[in-house]
């Protein structure tokens, strides 16, 4: 995978709108039209952002860094939220890339560490993650909570 890139996504660009029309086809029912609201509206605010893993030319997966995410969690920021690799792409390690760069962004903002929710277990401690906690989700549903520290 010698052509992918990693780019952070601003608001009113040509890559804005790819992203959107990348998110319009994901297959992550679950998160696609809140995703596509926050993106058409752009309720990022101060240092959240998008990532898009482009490969040739074209958006193959994304990630975003956020103040908050679906949980009731205020003190804990910012989260690596949403990371979605587009079937045909994944294997390919993208996800892995779109949090590091997530995270050198974060440290480089000047956190010294990030947050991940998951219900999976065993995914995340590959990226550096440790596990912290259970948390509750907004809908009731419980999901674990993942800490990485950034290296200064």
């Given at each position: 995978?010698?052509?992918?890139?990693?780019?952070?996504?601003?608001?009113g660009t040509?890559m804005?709108?790819?992203?959107?029309?990348?998110v319009?086809?994901?297959?992550?029912?679950?998160?696609?039209?809140?995703?596509?609201?926050?993106?058409?509206?752009?309720?990022?605010?101060?240092?959240?952002?998008?990532?898009?893993?482009?490969?040739?030319?074209?958006?193959?997966?994304?990630a975003?860094?956020?103040?908050?995410?679906?949980?009731?969690?205020?003190?804990?920021?910012?989260?690596?939220?949403?990371?979605?690799?587009?079937?045909?792409?994944?294997?390919?390690?993208?996800?892995?890339?779109?949090?590091?760069?997530?995270?050198?962004?974060?440290?480089?903002?000047?956190?010294?560490?990030?947050?991940?929710?998951?219900?999976?277990?065993?995914?995340?401690e590959?990226?550096g993650?440790?596990?912290?906690?259970?948390?509750?989700?907004?809908?009731?549903?419980?999901?674990?909570?993942?800490?990485?520290?950034?290296?200064?």
């Amino acid at each position: 995978m010698d052509s992918l890139k990693i780019k952070k996504v601003d608001k009113g660009t040509d890559m804005a709108d790819k992203l959107i029309g990348f998110v319009e086809n994901i297959s992550w029912e679950e998160i696609k039209e809140h995703m596509l609201e926050v993106l058409r509206v752009w309720e990022f605010t101060d240092w959240e952002t998008p990532f898009a893993a482009i490969v040739n030319g074209e958006i193959v997966g994304m990630a975003t860094i956020m103040k908050t995410d679906y949980y009731p969690l205020p003190d804990i920021l910012p989260w690596i939220s949403s990371v979605f690799v587009a079937e045909d792409y994944r294997g390919y390690r993208i996800s892995e890339k779109l949090i590091a760069f997530a995270n050198e962004y974060a440290k480089e903002t000047g956190f010294d560490k990030t947050y991940i929710p998951s219900e999976h277990i065993g995914l995340y401690e590959k990226y550096g993650y440790r596990y912290l906690r259970d948390i509750v989700n907004y809908g009731n549903g419980t999901d674990r909570l993942y800490v990485k520290e950034l290296r200064r």
